[in-house]
C-alpha cells in the first residue's frame, strides 16, 4: 500500500498536480482574477464577465473562499488553472470540485501540442453543459485520458447564462486500464 501511494505521489508530483495552484481558493486574495495569467487561476475570455475570489465563510463549501464567475451573456466565458499539467504516459487524470448556482458549467482539460497551441476540441474532454439550480453544493468529476501529442494539459472552466460557484478542486492521476488503454480515450464523466 505505501508502494501505491508512494508512486501516485510521484506521478502527481511529476504532472505539477502538487502546483495545481489554489485548489480551494484559500491563498488567494479576495479580488478580481486577471486576465490570461498571472495568478494560480486567470479569465481567459475577452467577453465582460465576472470572476473572482469571494470571502463567505458561511458560503463556502470548506474554508472561507470560493471562485464566483458571473455570465449573463448566452457566450461562454472561461477560467483556466495555472500551471499547466504534463501528461504521464499510461495514466489519465481525474479533477474533482463542487460547485452550485444557476448558470450553466461545464468542467473540462485543455490539451496543447508541441507548438504550444490548443489541440482540437473533443467531445470526451469536457463534462459538457448542465444547468445548476441549486445553492447547495454538489460534486462534479470528470476524468481524462491523455492521447497521443498531448504535451500539456490545462483545467478550465465554462459557464454563460448566470452564476456558478466553484470550490474544493482536487486532480488525481489514476492508471490507465487495458480497456481504456484502446484506441479511444476513457469517456469523460457526465454529471
Keep these: ?51 473572482k475570489v469571494v470571502e463567505a465563510p458561511n458560503e463556502a463549501a470548506s474554508g472561507k473562499r470560493f471562485l464566483r464567475v458571473e455570465n449573463p451573456h448566452k457566450t461562454s466565458v472561461y477560467v483556466i488553472a495555472y500551471p499547466a499539467l504534463k501528461p504521464v504516459p499510461g495514466y489519465g487524470f481525474k479533477v474533482t470540485c463542487k460547485v452550485k448556482g444557476n448558470g450553466l458549467r461545464l ?43 498531448d504535451v500539456s494539459l490545462m483545467v478550465g472552466l465554462s459557464i454563460r447564462d448566470g452564476r456558478v460557484d466553484y470550490d474544493d478542486f482536487k486532480l488525481e492521476t489514476f492508471k490507465i486500464d487495458d480497456a481504456a488503454a484502446g484506441k479511444a480515450p476513457a469517456p469523460a464523466q457526465k454529471n
Design 1 to 51: 500500500m505505501k508502494k501505491q501511494l508512494l508512486t501516485a505521489g510521484m506521478l502527481l508530483a511529476a504532472s505539477g498536480a502538487f502546483a495545481f495552484g489554489d485548489p480551494d481558493f484559500e491563498r488567494t486574495e479576495p479580488r478580481e482574477l486577471p486576465l490570461w495569467s498571472g495568478a494560480q487561476w486567470a479569465k481567459a475570455s475577452t467577453v465582460k464577465y465576472t470572476a
Design 107 to 149: 468542467v473540462g482539460m485543455t490539451p496543447y501540442g508541441a507548438d504550444g497551441k490548443p489541440r482540437k476540441w473533443k467531445s470526451l474532454q469536457q463534462t459538457g453543459f448542465k444547468r445548476l439550480t441549486s445553492e447547495t453544493w454538489e460534486p462534479v468529476e470528470f476524468k481524462y485520458v491523455p492521447e497521443e501529442g
